[in-house]
């Protein structure tokens, strides 16, 4: 074999990995703007392709199609950033599972809630409103219900766990407790329609929450 052959070069995909991670952190941006500012049904995938710089193709690639991007959009917003990384496994959810006392928990979940909801409720509202005449996004939207339900279940058995719940209630009925204490249509009330300011209301969602959880301190 003659020396001047220069040995094959290895193929580096990291930056390819790199763009494709920054096209769909465009695209997620993008939509967010358009579909918050015009509307689900008048928003055109062209639309968000033109804003963020890539195809149509490129879009339904990574998101198959426009309730599969609405969808990421949520997750986005619930989680705060698109890492791949389970709510249970974050910093912030894990503080909440190690805090020991049931009323720190729910204070520490009422701010994280607060927080997340800031972002989350334009989406679930967007979604909400375009489920009524979509079936796709109508699917979509029972997901996401189906999901935050299951979040309320496991957080209703972290709290069975502290074993002070209020006269043994169930596992159930804590769920829901907590389903309706931490639900889009108080924040909805409080917080969209009578603008309450977020620390008003993280201490009410939490005060409620402690109240009919553990009874009165």
């Not at 977020?198 to 005060?207: L, M």
Request: charge should be positive; avoid cysteine.
């Amino acid at each position: 074999m003659s020396e001047d052959v220069k040995p094959r070069r290895r193929y580096d995909s990291s930056r390819r990995v790199q763009q494709a991670q920054q096209s769909r952190r465009d695209v997620l941006a993008a939509a967010r703007t358009l579909f918050l500012r015009n509307g689900y049904a008048p928003t055109k995938l062209a639309e968000i392709a033109a804003e963020s710089g890539v195809s149509v193709e490129t879009i339904y690639k990574a998101f198959t199609n426009k309730a599969g991007l609405v969808k990421a959009l949520f997750d986005v917003a619930v989680a705060g950033d698109d890492e791949p990384v389970a709510m249970a496994d974050r910093d912030e959810i894990r503080a909440i599972i190690a805090e020991p006392d049931p009323a720190r928990k729910l204070e520490m979940y009422a701010e994280h809630s607060t927080r997340a909801m800031a972002r989350v409720a334009p989406i679930q509202v967007l979604v909400r409103g375009a489920a009524t005449t979509d079936p796709a996004v109508d699917a979509v939207w029972r997901k996401t219900r189906d999901e935050l339900l299951n979040a309320m279940t496991q957080f209703a058995h972290d709290l069975r766990a502290t074993g002070r719940l209020r006269n043994a209630l169930p596992s159930g009925q804590v769920r829901d407790i907590l389903w309706t204490s931490f639900s889009l249509e108080l924040y909805e009330l409080l917080v969209l329609e009578r603008q309450w300011p977020p620390g008003r209301y993280a201490a009410f969602v939490a005060d409620l929450a402690k109240h009919a959880l553990l009874g009165p301190s």
